[in-house]
């Protein structure tokens, strides 16, 4: 029975799962137990078993339906059969080797520390979160603060740029042509055509203030070595000037110090040249030089009421033409003027100093210096009387003993001292004023054009520069300044001039100081100013183009740069700009100067009229290309040359109606022209010829022929007699009233010759 098969309904052999043995599992289970748990162990080896189970499966052919086994009996339905799950196929995990974990027991104390070590750190982080918040809210005030400043400076920028937009809109308004034309219609309609500026006044004025010094100066230096009255004062020569007795008290001496024979006579005579002057010439009550004291009191009276009562407009019209009445019947003659004041007042004057007949001849030859000092003073008395309107210069001179006015006035030296006594010795330079008058009884407004000079006894009194006594005549003769032909103070003030052009810059630039030079040096000098101003206005002109060329640069770089390069790129436009405003300033006040009144350079009169030939030209040209598009090419022969054209003789005509035998413009040395370059030259020639014989060559293109010819003819004897530049009364004005069809209207054109 033992090796009997036994049938039983519905049960079979299932093979092993795993495929592998009993034995096989418990050996396994044996090399595995010191490394794993056995629960790990058991699923590892389940898993594994059934893994590698049904990867044999799934290698296996394909899927075929179970047969019936031919031990199951037939009776036995199929659904009987235990059907068993498809298990899913898994990586097999890899297997674990780390050691059981076992938890460590920590002991109160070590817990407690561990505690506080964290407590301690959480501290810290919030201390440290504190400080970092509080950096925070700093740096946010900062930015705030300057976010604030930027604003603040964003404003003031906003501000300058309106200011500066505001100047330089006014600037170009007051530089612009159409505001100088409008001055000059106002003044023209006000009539105060005035033929020369103030400025210009006032430089003949210095003239006549540097020739009395010179004359002066030639008298002391002549005089200055003779014999002469010893023990000369301060108070000596302020009795000699104001004729004073000799009891009566001078505070203006005070402190009295004693005098060089040159200084005396030098500073004495320059006071009795000013003071005979402002008597017969220059002071506002000699309303004309020619007229008795009682006539000249009764004009100067009338003409004050003038002044007192309408505006200035109208007093300087009445000056004017009264004055031209006067003199036509009362001349002046300087001559006789420059003769009584050698005669009658600078030689007795001298002659209290040193003997008469050692005296006589030196005073004698300065006689023709002193008709021209005199006749200048009547040139420029004429000028500012019988031109001038807007308008009235009085030259200032305080007597001998006045008290000093520094309103005025200034004193005499390098560091003068205010005089102790308020007083002064005498006027050393007249001064000029200049009135303007409201009418209406209002006070006239006066403006000192140049202060006058003053001498005190302060200046005589001691010499900070050597720190000697002048009256020490031992000590000035070891001073180092001292030399024969000048004396101790001339040779001062030389140097504290010299000193002050050092300062002022001309040294520098070598220009010579007038006041040290002799007669022929100042010639000199005055002859060649016009070249060196020339010269100067030449390089203000260079300086302005090279100027307004780096100002172009500027602007072409401004808009490539950064943002934080912009400030100072924008700085560098700005101190271009002012410089060119300072080019154009110099240059306009050295024209000033020189008399040079056009508002345009030769440099633009000459691009001006290179652009007329240049638009010439261009015209031509385009209606050659014109002609040669609109010729038409079936009609006849074209016309090659100037030699084929169809009508030559209304040619010549139009181009030579004078008639000329062969003309190069027609025909060339060997043939013709192409008649392009004939069509274009004769074109031109056309224009020009119109152009010059209808604008260039009249004096005016308005004018009639007739008047046309007339004008030319006056001006050309004007300019050849030379009475423009030298007279400057010549001008002819011509009103004349042109009638101009084409636009029915009537111009008024004032010609000034």
Not at 535 to 543: D, I, V
Not at 640 to 650: A, E, G, P, Y
Not at 713 to 728: C, D, F, I, K, M
Request: with cysteine.
């Amino acid at each position: 029975m033992e090796n009997e098969t036994m049938h039983i309904p519905g049960l079979t052999r299932r093979p092993a799962t795993n495929g592998v043995s009993t034995s096989a599992k418990e050996q396994r289970k044996k090399d595995q137990a010191p490394s794993a748990p056995k629960v790990s162990s058991t699923a590892g080896s389940t898993g594994s078993a059934s893994t590698a189970s049904a990867s044999r499966t799934q290698r296996s052919g394909p899927h075929k339906a179970p047969s019936r086994s031919g031990t199951i009996d037939s009776s036995i339905p199929p659904t009987a059969t235990v059907k068993q799950p498809a298990q899913t196929s898994a990586a097999p995990a890899p297997a674990t080797s780390s050691a059981p974990s076992v938890p460590i027991q920590q002991t109160p104390v070590a817990e407690r520390d561990a505690f506080i070590q964290q407590n301690s750190q959480i501290e810290s982080l919030q201390a440290k979160i504190k400080q970092q918040e509080k950096t925070i809210q700093q740096k946010d005030a900062e930015i705030k603060q300057k976010d604030a400043e930027i604003k603040q400076r964003g404003e003031e920028a906003r501000q300058a740029r309106n200011l500066y937009e505001l100047f330089k809109n006014k600037s170009e308004n007051l530089e612009s042509q159409p505001y100088r034309q409008e001055v000059v219609s106002i003044r023209r309609h006000l009539q105060v055509d005035e033929l020369c500026e103030p400025w210009e006044i006032n430089k003949r004025f210095g003239e006549i203030v540097r020739k009395v010094e010179d004359i002066s100066r030639d008298i002391g230096e002549a005089l200055g070595q003779l014999p002469a009255v010893s023990n000369l004062t301060t108070l000596d020569l302020l009795r000699l000037l104001s004729k004073a007795s000799e009891s009566q008290s001078l505070a203006a001496a005070e402190p009295s110090a004693e005098l060089d024979t040159e200084d005396f006579i030098d500073f004495g005579c320059r006071a009795l040249i000013n003071q005979t002057l402002f008597d017969g010439i220059l002071s506002h009550s000699v309303f004309h030089p020619g007229l008795t004291s009682r006539d000249n009191q009764f004009y100067y009276d009338m003409y004050k009421r003038v002044r007192n009562e309408e505006s200035q407009v109208l007093a300087g019209r009445w000056r004017i033409s009264t004055l031209k009445i006067i003199n036509e019947s009362y001349p002046y003659a300087p001559k006789d003027e420059a003769l009584r004041l050698w005669h009658d007042t600078l030689l007795p004057f001298c002659s209290k100093i040193i003997n008469r007949e050692l005296c006589f001849e030196p005073i004698q030859s300065l006689v023709p210096e002193l008709q021209n000092l005199f006749e200048r003073a009547w040139e420029w008395n004429r000028l500012t009387r019988n031109s001038v309107i807007m308008l009235d210069f009085h030259p200032y001179l305080q007597p001998p003993g006045a008290a000093y006015d520094p309103q005025y006035s200034t004193l005499e030296g390098r560091r003068p001292k205010h005089p102790a006594s308020n007083a002064i010795l005498l006027t050393s330079k007249l001064g000029l004023l200049s009135s303007y008058s409201d009418g209406k009884g209002k006070d006239l407004q006066y403006t000192a054009q140049t202060k006058a000079t003053m001498l005190t006894a302060e200046y005589f009194s001691t010499a900070p520069e050597l720190g000697i006594k002048v009256g020490d005549r031992d000590a000035c003769k070891t001073a180092p300044i001292k030399s024969h032909g000048a004396s101790v103070y001339q040779r001062r003030v030389k140097m504290a001039r010299i000193a002050e052009a050092g300062r002022k810059g001309l040294v520098e630039h070598m220009q010579p100081i007038l006041l040290v030079m002799d007669a022929t040096e100042r010639d000199r000098y005055w002859e060649h100013r016009s070249e060196r101003a020339d010269r100067q206005l030449s390089g203000l002109n260079h300086e302005l183009e090279a100027s307004k060329k780096r100002l172009k640069e500027l602007e072409a770089i401004q808009s490539q740069v950064s943002p934080r390069d912009q400030p100072h790129v924008q700085r560098e436009i700005e101190r271009t700009q002012r410089e060119i405003r300072r080019s154009i300033d110099a240059s306009a006040l050295l024209r000033t100067h020189l008399q040079v009144y056009d508002d345009k350079e030769p440099g633009e009169i000459t691009s001006a009229f290179r652009s007329i030939n240049r638009a010439i030209d261009n015209l031509c040209r385009d209606m050659v290309e014109d002609m040669a598009k609109l010729r038409p090419d079936n009609k006849g022969p074209p016309v090659k040359t100037s030699l084929n054209v169809r009508d030559m003789l209304v040619v010549r005509q139009i181009l030579y109606p004078q008639g000329l035998t062969n003309p190069s413009l027609i025909e060339s040395s060997s043939v013709g022209r192409p008649i392009e370059e004939f069509v274009e030259f004769a074109l031109r020639f056309l224009i020009n010829r119109d152009i010059d014989y209808h604008i260039f060559q009249p004096f005016h293109p308005l004018l009639k022929p007739e008047v046309n010819t007339y004008v030319m003819e006056l001006y050309e004897g004007v300019r050849l007699r030379g009475e423009r530049s030298q007279n400057p009364e010549v001008l002819i004005m011509l009103e004349l009233t042109i009638n101009r069809p084409a636009s029915d209207k009537w111009k008024m054109a004032r010609i000034y010759i």
